[in-house]
């Protein structure tokens, strides 16, 4: 059986035949309602779109384009790795090796098990059982294996599952207050392929037994078709898609929880206004490319005072001073709306630089004037305005 398949290095006239020009294509093997499947994501320089495809339209879809529309063509079965591979002439070579899994060169190889003097962490969702959606989106195989170039993805899911869990008993405590029977509520603001709305749903209903209600939103409208598609053949019950701006979306009802991932520049911002302004228990935030601070620093032809002229004289010195500036004052205007504010490392910095992530919680109901003057002394002193403060005191 193939397990999966990707296609890379298209010809020249690849978009004439494909209809996009795709410069890399994956596919690999999954389970869905309409029973075994195969989930494909093409690639151009910007986007990604996606499809189904049964073992019979994937065997055609081989034979027309490997080393035909792409070059390269890596085939894995359960037991071999193909490679078609074309030269300049349009002449395919076909090199086959029997799979070593485990190896490091297989790219479907499961993590290692780990040595036995060695501590082992233990993850909300554990290796050795298989989640279906972990499955599904090629992370897991299906007797539970993590697979080893999935591994940080893996780790992710349940580090962010970990600060679900902390802030769970503040929001239940909520719903039991104000409507015992009623769902939690949330929303996942520019959710992308969804790999951490599907966790967080998957860990609350099914783990957690909860009653949950939880809407995935983002503007591309290829994506949201995907991640509708998934949830349809994972059988998600109160796990929907839409498509929409956060600044101007409108939910049914207030969330409980608000969690924004690398939501770009302000609109981490808006995620977090809504949020305020919807009266959430909590907020998950990882803001990303914080870029409004930076382009106002100097703006009005004002400097900022000699203290900070080393934090503002190399370029990336400043850019990454005005991000901790923004997620600074982003933290103060929470608090001083009566939030309980913690900044935490989201994972290890060397698996990306978007590590810090906001985790607020409402604890009270007047607001801090402590912080809101804390903020407005630093903006004042940077000469910036930061679109939140807009927001929040507009």
Do not use: W
Request: glycine letters at 6%.
């Amino acid at each position: 059986m193939i397990q999966s398949v990707t296609f890379s290095k298209p010809v020249k006239d690849s978009e004439a035949v494909l209809g996009r020009p795709y410069i890399r294509v994956k596919i690999h093997a999954g389970t869905s309602s309409a029973g075994e499947r195969y989930f494909a994501e093409f690639f151009t320089e910007k986007q990604a779109f996606h499809e189904q495809m049964t073992a019979a339209e994937l065997d055609t879809f081989i034979a027309q384009h490997a080393g035909i529309t792409f070059k390269n063509c890596i085939e894995l079965t359960d037991t071999e790795e193909i490679t078609l591979l074309a030269n300049k002439k349009g002449k395919i070579t076909e090199l086959r090796r029997p799979r070593k899994i485990g190896s490091t060169s297989d790219s479907s190889a499961v993590a290692a098990e780990p040595d036995q003097n060695n501590r082992v962490k233990k993850y909300l969702l554990p290796e050795g059982i298989p989640v279906p959606f972990l499955v599904l989106l090629g992370i897991m195989t299906t007797d539970g294996k993590v697979i080893a170039s999935k591994y940080d993805k893996y780790r992710q899911i349940n580090r962010f599952l970990e600060f679900i869990d902390d802030i769970l008993p503040d929001i239940e405590q909520k719903v039991k207050t104000e409507e015992p029977d009623r769902p939690i509520r949330i929303a996942d603001f520019g959710c992308g392929k969804s790999y951490l709305t599907f966790a967080v749903h998957y860990y609350l209903t099914e783990i957690k037994k909860l009653n949950v209600e939880l809407v995935g939103l983002d503007l591309k409208e290829d994506v949201i078709a995907y991640c509708s598609e998934l949830a349809s053949c994972l059988h998600c019950t109160g796990l929907s898609f839409a498509v929409g701006n956060i600044a101007g979306y409108q939910y049914e009802h207030d969330p409980d929880l608000v969690i924004s991932l690398h939501a770009c520049d302000t609109a981490t911002d808006y995620a977090l206004d809504y949020a305020v302004k919807h009266h959430c228990t909590a907020v998950l935030s990882v803001p990303c490319c914080q870029h409004e601070l930076n382009m106002q620093l100097g703006e009005d032809k004002t400097e900022p005072p000699e203290e900070f002229a080393p934090f503002l004289k190399y370029g990336l010195i400043r850019e990454r001073f005005a991000s901790l500036a923004t997620d600074a004052l982003r933290a103060e205007y929470l608090e001083e709306a009566g939030y309980a504010v913690q900044m935490v490392e989201f994972i290890d910095m060397e698996h990306t630089p978007k590590n810090v992530l906001i985790r607020a919680v409402k604890k009270q109901q007047e607001k801090s004037s402590t912080a809101g003057a804390e903020a407005d002394a630093l903006t004042a002193a940077l000469h910036v305005s930061p679109t939140l403060r807009g927001l929040l005191r507009g």
